[in-house]
Nanobody
């Protein structure tokens, strides 16, 4: 069984930046699309962004485009979420996710095989 462990969450002022990390203990890390979801209080979990197996292809929800960047380091089995120009509406629990993909550049993360436990991000206005 695989495991995803997020870190890097915390409290930040609006307009600030934060970087989340997700360490993946899954076999054949490069066989997986990696990405992030978030869940704000009283709302459903929503997709944030994802990166393909080879790292060449990324995809984001419209609300974070230009502000968030997903990247991966296959040597460290780690995926990152760089967040900048943070807004109060970005406050949520952020979850790392992994989905097996047979296509090298596939990027749609719609049915994860693994989830992390989540890390809280709070943006104060």
């Amino acid at each position: 069984q695989g495991q995803l462990v997020e870190s890097g969450g915390g409290l930040v002022q609006a307009g600030g930046s934060l970087r989340l990390s997700c360490a993946a203990s899954i076999r054949a890390f490069t066989n997986y699309i990696m990405g992030w979801f978030r869940q704000a209080p009283g709302k459903e979990r929503e997709f944030v962004g994802a990166i393909s197996r080879n790292g060449d292809n990324t995809y984001y929800v419209e609300s974070v485009k230009g502000r968030f960047t997903v990247s991966r380091d296959s040597a460290k089995n780690t995926v990152y979420l760089e967040m900048s120009s943070l807004k109060s509406e970005d406050t949520a629990i952020y979850y790392c996710a992994a989905q097996y993909a047979s296509v090298w550049r596939a990027v749609y993360l719609n049915s994860p095989d693994y989830w992390g436990q989540g890390t809280q991000v709070t943006v104060s206005s």
